[in-house]
């Protein structure tokens, strides 16, 4: 039997932290020059993703002084207790000149990795990334488009919405906690025609989801023909995101990028693992 050919490895990028902003309470930007830019391999997507690469105390004891960690090697070599972690992590922005990228993470408490690093990382600080992935380009000639997003994605939406030509028309529905936790949007590229739209998970009712309930009170056009939507966030709220999009409104699955970020109660690793089992299913 032929043997499946290997995925291409992605290149290692190797960071140094130049700058901390708190966007929001719940949202902080960590923005990283790359040290070794000729294996930076930028794409047209403007939802690129990195993983961010958290190595063991072992790992980096074992590490020459002033070097990078090798991901590659210690995932061929480190002991099973040993093996490097990585979080999915969107590049809010690149900037090819400088050789910077902009990482905003979402804080989620004290507990885990990425959430824990953004909250603490000061200029100085390295990191290892790998990457960028991703592939959903939106449609210039879309005739409306709708963006939606929790926390974890609204980077993404950010990024998409800025990419939109000037004339593009649609709505986006950004979910965070409450009020405080919204984004000054003011200096954004955002097309006049789309209007964005925050709502709270502190004001919404037992048995909804306020992203999705956003989503059905978006201002929807009659005919949905040539509607593209970019909709991403926790995994059953894409679940019944998916019903609104493809049952009610009808809008062609090929026009739909539906993805799943996170699942509340699951760690990163079981999340994973999931998407391969039905409970793990959006499309």
């Known amino acids: 039997m032929a043997q499946t050919p290997a995925r291409p490895r992605k290149p290692q990028l190797n960071l140094t932290v130049t700058d901390r902003i708190q966007l929001s309470p719940g949202m902080v930007r960590v923005v990283c020059r790359i040290e070794n830019a000729e294996q930076f391999q930028d794409m047209e997507a403007p939802e690129k993703y990195v993983k961010l690469v958290f190595f063991s105390a072992a790992t980096l004891a074992a590490t020459a002084p002033g070097a990078f960690p090798d991901y590659w090697a210690a995932r061929e070599n480190a002991a099973p207790q040993d093996q490097p972690v ?13 050789e910077t990228v902009w990482i905003d993470v979402a804080l989620h408490g004290t507990e885990g990795y990425a959430g824990p690093w953004a909250d603490a990382a000061s200029p100085g600080d390295r990191i290892v990334a790998l990457g960028p992935g991703g592939k959903w380009v939106p449609d210039p000639a879309a005739a409306w488009s709708v963006f939606a997003g929790d926390d974890a994605a ?12 000037a004339s593009a028309r649609g709505e986006a529905v950004l979910e965070v906690e409450d009020a405080s936790h919204e984004l000054d949007l003011t200096d954004l590229a955002i097309p006049e025609g789309v209007r964005v739209h925050w709502v709270h998970r502190a004001a919404q009712r037992d048995g909804e989801r306020a992203l999705v309930t956003g989503l059905a009170n978006a201002a929807w056009p009659e005919d949905t023909a040539g509607v593209q939507a970019f909709v991403h966030g926790e995994r059953e709220a894409m679940k019944a995101a998916r019903k609104e999009l493809l049952d009610v409104r009808g809008v062609e699955r090929s026009q739909v990028s539906l993805s799943g970020y996170w699942a509340a109660g699951r760690a990163e690793e079981t999340f994973q693992a999931e998407k391969k089992l039905p409970v793990g299913k959006i499309l």
Do not use: G, K, S
């Open 86 to 98: 990585t979080r999915h992590m969107t590049l809010r922005h690149t900037e090819p000149d400088t």
């Open 154 to 165: 609204v980077p993404a939406v950010l990024a998409n919405l800025e990419a939109l030509p």
